[in-house]
């Protein structure tokens, strides 16, 4: 073991198999933690606006309590009587005159021995009764936070009141020690106690709720994930199992209906495509493999001949049948390479217009004579602009053509008419048609319905399927349309905007 190795194993791999759970893992972490952020912010919210509503009322109730207690002192004062001084709630009364206060209760009793009154004397005026307001007072050097009816000077908030000489007697005002004229002021502090303990606790509460909120959300998030992924972790491991030579597995669609439902059925949906398309591959190359194999067959077998009895054979037809034999397999070899790029949905070489009317009518004069009389005609009574490709047009015209030239009698027609949007050409031969059964059939690979015929006149069984993959390619539709003399092939495609129309 070298200096190196142990290096290696500070991680640990994981394999491809174990990768997926990893990652479903995370989704669930994941998850939880979305839950519980999402969770934390809404519960921080709401514990913020918790945390001031109980702080507003609080101050409120606090108020009220000093206004009714500023009510009471009033009362007192009004009837000639002195307020005790043993009030819990800070409270002193001035007057005008006076250079001492009239009267004091609570932390204002006790916190400022041997001084003046300590709130500001009446001013001159109307009274009235003053909303809520903050006065300045001197810093209490006796503070002590512990109590909680002690006030630490500064600025105070206050409720007040005035009291006009009017309201008092001359024997009332001066069993309180003030003149007859002389203006008294009450003032009652608001002690932040309540309201702050009110709001601790509340937020306390709040805090230790919320947390145990949280876990418990993010707990609940974890498992119920953890539990509507067990359906995708049974899919994947069934996906897992599917391969190339044995694409037949189908996951179990649950009956729930949910989105899990949904993605069984999908994938069930894409395993049978592609178990389809692998079979159609397998048939595809079985056939292809079969139709060459027919002419190199008989290739070989007249070279063979020929070579074995070189004095006895025709050399001139021995040479037309080997050149025969290889046009066909010139012929199948090209269809074979524009069916794979066919496949590959290989982009066309640029979108132009062709004239199909004109196309058509150029084929049928250019249509090399066969060895039986047939009659080809063009009807078309205007241009009919397609988009696309003008080879692959011509490729997909001509096999149409030749499959006809096959079965047909004795005519063969080619209509061109334009209907709204689309060019419908069809091709229509006078033959034996084709039966109702094999509509669909006959545009498949490799597929002849003329066993009867040799394989030399008979075609390849590529030109009908090459034919529709190109209108498709093109956007277009290529069918059977049943007809009760011959068989008749139309083909739609989208018909090109004039210039006046872009």
């Given at each position: ?8 194993r ?20 994941r ?25 507003r009322q ?11 207690q500023?009510?009471?002192l ?34 204002l ?54 009291i ?76 897992a ?11 179990t ?8 439902t ?20 397998r ?7 079969h ?12 070279l ?37 790029r ?76 334009t ?6 050409l069809t ?15 006959i ?10 015929r ?33 068989a008749?092939f ?13």
């Open positions: 073991m070298n200096a190196t190795e142990p290096r290696r500070w991680w640990r791999r994981t394999s491809p198999r174990t990768r997926p759970r990893t990652w479903l893992r995370s989704v669930r972490a998850a939880a933690l979305a839950a519980a952020s999402t969770a934390a912010v809404i519960l921080a919210g709401i514990g913020w606006w918790i945390h001031s509503d109980v702080h609080s101050t409120q109730i606090v108020e009220e309590q000093a206004r009714v500023l009510e009471s009033c009362e007192q004062l009004r009837q000639g009587v002195v307020p005790v001084s043993t009030s819990a709630v800070p409270y002193e009364v001035v007057a005008t005159g006076r250079r001492t206060a009239v009267a004091s209760g609570g932390a009793s006790t916190a400022y021995p041997g001084t003046h009154h300590v709130m500001p004397a009446p001013p001159a005026g109307t009274a009235e009764l003053i909303p809520p307001t903050t006065v300045h007072i001197p810093v209490n050097r006796h503070y002590e936070p512990r109590e909680k009816f002690d006030m630490a000077g500064g600025t105070q908030r206050v409720v007040t009141a005035d006009q000489p009017g309201d008092l007697k001359r024997g009332k005002a001066a069993a309180l020690g003030v003149a007859a004229d002389a203006r008294m002021r009450v003032y009652v502090v608001l002690l932040p106690y309540t309201a702050e303990a009110n709001t601790k606790i509340t937020d306390r509460l709040l805090l230790q709720a919320g947390l145990v909120g949280l876990v418990l959300i993010a707990a609940v998030a974890y498992f119920a994930v953890r539990i509507a992924l067990r359906p995708v972790e049974a899919i994947r491991v069934l996906t199992s599917v391969t190339a030579n044995d694409p037949r597995e189908r996951v669609v649950p009956a729930t209906g949910h989105e899990i949904a993605l069984a059925t999908t994938i069930n949906s894409t395993l049978q495509r592609l178990d389809d398309a692998a079979a159609q591959q048939r595809f190359v079985a056939d292809a493999a139709e060459l194999r027919s002419p190199l067959t008989t290739l070989l077998a007249s063979e001949v020929a070579l074995a009895y070189p004095e006895r054979t025709d050399w001139p037809a021995a040479a037309t049948t080997a050149a025969r034999q290889t046009r066909r397999l010139q012929a199948l070899a090209e269809d074979l390479l524009l069916l794979a066919l496949d590959t949905r290989a982009p066309t070489t640029g979108p132009e217009t062709v004239d199909l009317t004109d196309l058509a009518s150029r084929l049928t004069e250019q249509y090399p004579v066969t060895e039986r009389p047939l009659t080809l005609t063009c009807d078309s009574t205007a241009p009919a602009p397609a988009p696309g490709n003008p080879d692959e047009y011509e490729r997909l015209l001509r096999n149409l053509i030749d499959n006809a030239a096959r079965h047909a009698t004795h005519r063969i027609q080619i209509t061109v008419r209907q709204n949007a689309w060019v419908v091709v229509h031969d006078d033959g034996p048609g084709v039966p109702t059964a094999d509509a669909e059939r545009f498949e690979r490799f597929v002849r319905l003329d066993d009867a040799s394989r030399d006149q008979g075609g390849t069984g590529l030109g009908l399927a090459i034919a529709r993959d190109l209108a498709h390619r093109h956007r277009g539709t290529l069918t059977l349309t049943p007809r009760t003399l011959g008749c139309e083909l739609r495609l989208p018909r090109a905007p004039a210039p006046a129309e872009k």
